[in-house]
Structures are given as C-alpha cells and as structure tokens.
C-alpha cells in the first residue's frame, strides 16, 4: 500500500447498528467518486449503500486506525448520486437535531436503494485444491450448472444449499462475491385522466352501490383535463389497483398522453396578491434568497402567489419546491400545479409504490421534473438548481419528524434555502407564534392577504356558552344556539359539519358504587369506551378488552361514561333529528373497508346532511353545501400541559371555521366553558394579531419559546427505577452546563406509555447557543435497557 491514499468517508444506510455518523473506506484506484456519490461500501458482514460525504488524500501514518484495518469502497451506484447541497442539508440536520449522520442519509435515501443491493457468486478459476465437505460440493456444483454466476437470491432460493457452505466457499477462495445494484425493471403505467364531466356525475349520482369508485371520482373531480399515473391515482385518491382497473373498464378514467398538456391559465389577481406576488418576484429573478411569511386569511389565495412565484422560477431557469401538509398532499393540489405547468410536475408521496417514488426521484435528478410537490420528507428532493422553496401551512404539527432524525421541516427548508440563496416562502392563516415573531422582528418579510380572494366572505362565527345550560339545568350536547342553527341549516336543504377532536364514545367508565375507572395494563392512561363495538380501548398502545357489564372490582352495575367522543356525538345528534342523515368520520370509522369511502361520497352527493367527526373533517375537505360548522367542545385541547396547548386550540378552530361558507354564505357556531378564554374569544373573532399579542406576552412570562429553545430528553425503561436513575445522571451532568436552564427531572404527563416508565427533563437554551451542547456522552445516551430520547425543538412535550 502507498504511503499516500485516497480515503472517503461515507454514511452508511446502517441506523440500528452505526455507533459513528460516518466511516473511513480506502477509494480504489480508478474509482472516480466525490461528496454525494452512491457507494457501496463493507460493514461488518453486509454490504450496504452508503454516501460519500467528504473524500481526501491523507498519510497512512495518519489515520486514526490500523492501516491495515480499513476496508475498500466496493462500487459506485450510477445515477443516483445526491446534490452537494443536500449533503450539506443532511449534515445540518445531523449537528442541530443530535443525530447521527446515518440515520439523516437514510432517511433522505433515494427509494428503493437498499432492496435493490444484490450479491452475485462467480465460480474462481482455476479452482483451488482444498478440500471440500458434501454440501459445499453440491453447492459449487449448482453454480456451475446455472452458468457459473448466480446471485443471493438465486441459492436462497434452493432451500437445499446452506448459506455457512457459501461462505466458507469464499474464504477457502472457489467463488468470489461481488456486489451491484439491481436495475429497475418495472415497466412504465400508461397516464390516465377523467372522462368527461356529464359521464362522472351521471355515475355519480347513481353509484351509491359502489361507493369505492365514487369516492376515487370524487378525490380526482377538481382535476379535469389533468394526467395522472396510476401510482398517483391510488396515493392522491386512497384507492386500489382493482378500483383503478373497474374505472378504466367503464371508460370513466381513460389513457392519456404520457406528455401533460397544460390546460388553465393563471386567473387575475387582486391588489393585495399582485403586490406578495411582485416582491416573491423580486427576490427570484434577482436571486436575493430573502425570507417571506404570506400571512393571509382562510380563502385569501395564497395558492394563487404560490403559483406565480414557481412560474418566475422556470423562467429564471430554476427549480421550485412546494412542500405541504400529509393531509393536504390531495389530487387538487397535484391536478392545480400539472394544470399550470404541465409534465415538469412530480410527486413525493409515500403511498406510491416503490418503483414509482424511484422514477419520480431520478426524473428530479436528471433535471425533467423541476417542480417537485410533496409533504414533509420532500425537503430531501435531490434539486441541484433551486430557486424557491414554499412551506405551506407552515405552522402544521406533522411538519416536525417524532422518529430520529426529529428534524423540523420549517427549520430544514430554511437551511436547504440559505445554502442555495433560494427565496423562502412560509404561508399560513394561523401562522406559528415562533413565526410571526420572527416576522415582526424582521428576520421574514411579512406579506399579508386580509380578505378573501373570492365574494364570499369570512363566516359568522358565534360562541355559545355551555355554563348557561348548566345554570338552566338543561345539560345537552347540543346546546340551545347550536341546535336552532342546524335546523335553519336543514331549512334551507344546506349541510353541517360537527367537530369534537375526540373519536369513541366516552373517555372512560366509572363505577358509581366504588368509584373504579379501568386503566390500561401498558400506559398510565383510563382506557377509552367504544360503545359501537362494546370494547374498551387504549388509544396510545392499541391494548383492547370487552367492556364490562359490571364492576370489575366491587361487581357494581351501576357503569356510567366519563366525557364525549364522535360516537356519543353522533348518537345525540340522530336522537334530536331523527329524520335526517347522520354520519360519522374518525379513525374507526376509517378502519373498516370502504367505509370512509362510502361516508364521503354520500356526504358529497347530499344523501347525508350532518357530519359528525374529528380533526379528519378540520381539513383537505371541501363540500359546497356545507354552510354550518359547529364545535361541539372547544375546550378540550386547553388544558393538555403543553405550552403550545392555546395556539393549538386557536389553530384548530380557526381551521375548521374555515370550512364553512366558502361557497355561500357561512356560520359557526363555538361551544365551550371557557368563553372568555384569548384562544376561544380571538378565534371567534378571526383576530390572529390579537392572539398572537396575548400569546407571546405568555411566552415571555413563562420564558419559551421563542424567547429561548428547547430541547426535551426523555428517558425510558421497563424498570421505574432505572429510569429515574438515569435521568438524574443526565441532570447532574448537563447542571455543569451554566448557560442553559434545566427544568426536571419530572415524570412525563403520561408516565408510563407502551410498558416503559418514562422520565423527562427539559432543556432552555439561550438562542445564540448551539444544541451540541446537549449532546450526552456514549455512557449516558446509550445504556442497557433504557431508551434516551433526545428531541430539539419538540413538537409535543406529553
């Protein structure tokens, strides 16, 4: 060996298993690869993909190992090398969030890499003369009968040969491995479109029999004219190959050209969307890289700005991200965007199959698609070129990743935006406190939308005050001004929503004899009663058990429920209006085959008048007759202890107030005990900045964010007291720490969750510090038994 090498050091796609973020490998000579290249490189057993994130050439001497220890870069994967600026993104994910390098690659993986590594056994010639068992004859016998090369796969196959035989055909030098990558064979799907609209609502009106196909019409009719691929058909529309295949059969989806025309042309925009759309312009074709937050009002148009920024983009030649919400990731969003820009559009959506997310991932690469749409794991598109990156709903809980690496999409696309002097788009109606203040303190340039961008206006929006019909003595689910609103409603042959963020029937059973409440075995948690099944069920670890007739303790049969779901809603609802159609959407309902499919298509077609549900009917639905929304309880998400409780209440119901009138006139009816609460009183009033001043007056009472940053640890162990243990030593140590502020340890709201007793601490650090300041050594972070959760700018500190 020289005394001069080429090294790299590569992440590999080794999460359970990598203790370092990244490993030194020997670069062959020949081997032309740099910061970005697919490899494949040894590690321990295996050969798995990797990339190269730094190369250099150093002394042997000067290695902080064996020379003779470090392994070779065994191949380069041709096309699917990653820009030098997600690189970078990946790293700055890794040294903010506390994570190891690794675990960022892997999760920004092209899809489909790993599947694809394939090792191949080749027969060596001229055969060595060792000596060979039985099994290991047979097995150099069925290689050379299949042509002397046969992959891993092939000898798994024939069950009779023993994987201990190949390898010690390797070591004693009669086959040599080698590795690839498998080529992707799956061939192309045709594109297909919707019929013509006469021939979609002449079914749609007769198609209460199959409602799966009428639910998938449905979720693609505001994409008339628009080509989609089948993949995209059943992740956009939550359908299947056999719906898709009975549709094409009827001629109401039907091929198309693989080229998509553009078929609508931008409308005119009012003064206040002309002026947001000039200054993104600006920035744009002079490649300023400013930071934007479009703050505008349910309906304001945003989407329209959103549009005429990415139109800029292409014209300066440059590529455009348009990152949403999981929810909001819909066949409108997608048929909008292809409508406008034609072909260039691709998809990110975890629904479609893997070949498919693969195509559309190279199609990015190689600079054909250069409008990328897709939810919170499209911040690691490989775009070489961008020019825009747009965060919609910014201010979306599902933005932040709850699995390593717990990274903030927000946060990401700002740094990916920086590193590219891209502009930065945030948009929202109920921006995120942390947000709005940045924009207020001029670190974003506040664009606002004040009304809306059609005639309809913004609903009436009343509060009802529960603690009146308590005072009255007449306790109902639907109070008084709720329910004359939904009889007017019905008047006029208009439909409701109904909104409590609870699914079930009840939040627990109480004993009236002794008192007893059922609790999970696993969770520190009652256990939630499911009236439609008669079960009681954990909502956090999934453990169920029937639901008693009488007391498991004291055999009492005096059982009553503790609190409201979607199903006691429901029930009360069908109870005051017998004569009318009610439906419910939840997750349970959601369960069950076909069933959200059939619930949706009736809702649409006017079958059914009320629909009662969750967050699911909050958002990404819009049905025109729907004129009335009412929350059934306001208060519920109050008092959960997390600082972030008020803001999430406001957000939630400014958001359902939304669905109301926007078609026609609209209302909204609030219930709640807490009228004069700032989240229930600015929400009534769509008052964001009112909020937002009482809001942030809080925060820098009680020192949060973001006034400070924080970052929670979370110790968990099956054995209480080991988690207590380990949680005062990472207190002791981080108390050396002067400039950050610990709070804890405490047990955490829900102290034992899924069998593991749980502790926490939480960190405030100044904001001009670093988060590596948090970072445990090995000892701490990594110990038998226990699970240390390090998680910066937590999205939820239950």
Not at 253 to 279: C, W
Not at 768 to 779: A, D, F, G, I, Y
Request: hydrophobic content about 40%.
């Amino acid at each position: 060996m020289a005394d001069r090498i080429r090294v790299a050091e590569v992440a590999p796609d080794v999460v359970a298993q990598a203790i370092e973020s990244t490993y030194t490998y020997l670069i062959p000579d020949g081997m032309d690869i740099g910061v970005g290249y697919a490899v494949l490189v040894p590690f321990g057993s295996q050969v798995v993909a990797g990339y190269v994130v730094e190369t250099r050439e150093t002394r042997l001497l000067d290695l902080p190992f064996d020379p003779s220890q470090i392994r070779r870069v065994q191949a380069k994967i041709d096309g699917m090398s990653m820009p030098r600026n997600l690189v970078e993104t990946l790293q700055f994910i890794s040294d903010e969030y506390l994570a190891q390098l690794g675990s960022v690659v892997s999760a920004a993986m092209p899809p489909g890499i790993r599947s694809r590594v394939v090792a191949t056994y080749t027969v060596v010639e001229p055969k060595p003369a060792a000596r060979l068992t039985p099994a290991q004859r047979e097995t150099l016998r069925f290689i050379e009968e299949n042509g002397g090369s046969v992959t891993e796969q092939k000898i798994a196959a024939a069950k009779s040969l023993a994987k201990s035989s190949v390898r010690a055909l390797v070591k004693s030098g009669y086959l040599m491995k080698s590795v690839s990558m498998a080529k992707d064979r799956s061939a192309r799907s045709s594109m297909l479109r919707l019929s013509d609209p006469d021939s979609i609502e002449q079914f749609l009106a007769t198609a209460k029999r199959k409602p799966a196909q009428a639910a998938c019409l449905i979720a693609l009719q505001s994409a008339q004219g628009v080509v989609f691929s089948p993949a995209e058909i059943k992740a956009l529309a939550n359908t299947t190959d056999s719906i898709i295949n009975k549709l094409v059969e009827a001629k109401l989806l039907i091929e198309a050209d693989q080229q998509i025309a553009r078929t609508s042309k931008a409308p005119k925009l009012n003064d206040e969307q002309a002026a947001a759309a000039n200054e993104l312009a600006d920035s744009i074709l002079n490649s300023q890289g400013s930071k934007f937050l479009l703050f505008g009002v349910t309906g304001s148009g945003k989407t329209e700005v959103y549009f005429r920024a990415v139109a800029e983009t292409l014209s300066a030649g440059k590529q455009a991200l348009y990152i949403v919400p999981e929810i909001a990731l819909t066949a409108q969003v997608v048929s909008q965007l292809r409508s406008r820009f034609g072909s260039v559009v691709a998809v990110m959506h975890s629904a479609m199959s893997e070949g498919e997310r693969l195509r559309n991932w190279r199609r990015i690469r190689n600079g054909e698609a250069p409008v990328v749409l897709g939810a919170r794991s499209a911040i690691f598109a490989p775009l070489e070129n961008i020019g825009l990156i747009i965060v919609d709903e910014e201010h979306e809980s599902s933005y932040k990743q709850d699995n390593v690496p717990r990274y903030h999409t927000r946060a990401v696309a700002e740094h990916r935006a920086l590193i590219t002097n891209a502009t930065l788009v945030l948009g929202s109606a109920t921006p995120d406190v942390e947000t709005y203040h940045r924009a207020q303190t001029g670190q974003l340039r506040l664009l606002e939308l004040t009304k809306r961008a059609t005639k309809e206006r913004l609903p009436d929006v009343e509060v009802a005050d529960l603690r009146e019909n308590y005072r009255n003595k007449v306790p109902s689910i639907l109070g008084q001004e709720l329910r004359a609103a939904i009889e007017d409603t019905l008047l006029r042959n208009e439909q409701a929503i109904l909104f409590i963020n609870r699914r079930a029937y009840a939040s627990s059973l109480l004993c009236r004899d002794c008192g007893h409440v059922p609790h999970c075995e696993k969770c520190s948690v009652s256990l939630t009663f499911h009236r439609a099944t008669k079960r009681l069920k954990c909502h956090h670890c999934g453990h169920e058990e029937r639901a008693p007739e009488t007391c498991r303790k004291c055999g009492g049969a005096r059982l009553r429920t503790l609190g409201l779901g979607t199903e006691k809603v429901e029930e009360a609802v069908q109870k005051e209006f017998p004569e009318v159609s009610v439906s419910r959407l939840d997750r349970d309902v959601a369960q069950r085959k076909g069933a959200i499919e059939q619930v949706l298509t009736d809702f649409h077609e006017g079958r059914t008048s009320i629909l009662v549900g969750t967050q699911m009917v909050a958002k990404g639905l819009d049905f025109p007759r729907v004129s009335l929304v009412g929350v059934i309880a306001a208060d519920t998400g109050l008092f959960i202890p997390d600082y972030r409780s008020t803001e999430r209440t406001f957000q939630v119901l400014t958001q359902v107030a939304g669905r109301a009138g926007r078609h026609r006139p609209g209302r909204v009816v609030i219930q709640t005990f807490q009228p004069d609460h700032p989240a229930i009183v600015f929400a009534a009033k769509q008052n964001y900045r009112d909020f937002f001043e009482s809001e942030i007056a809080d925060r820098g009472d009680a020192g949060y964010p973001p006034f400070v940053r924080l970052v929670n640890i979370v110790v968990s162990s099956a054995d209480r007291s080991v988690a207590v243990g380990v949680a005062d030593d990472i207190s002791k140590h981080l108390k050396r720490i002067e400039s950050m502020t610990l709070v804890g340890p405490a047990d955490c709201a829900i102290e034992r969750l899924k069998s593991q007793w749980r502790r926490h601490l939480l960190v405030k650090l100044p904001l001009h510090e670093r988060t590596s300041l948090v970072n445990l050594p090995h000892s701490l972070a990594k110990q038998k038994n226990v699970t240390v959760k390090i998680d910066v700018d937590p999205g939820s500190l239950m």
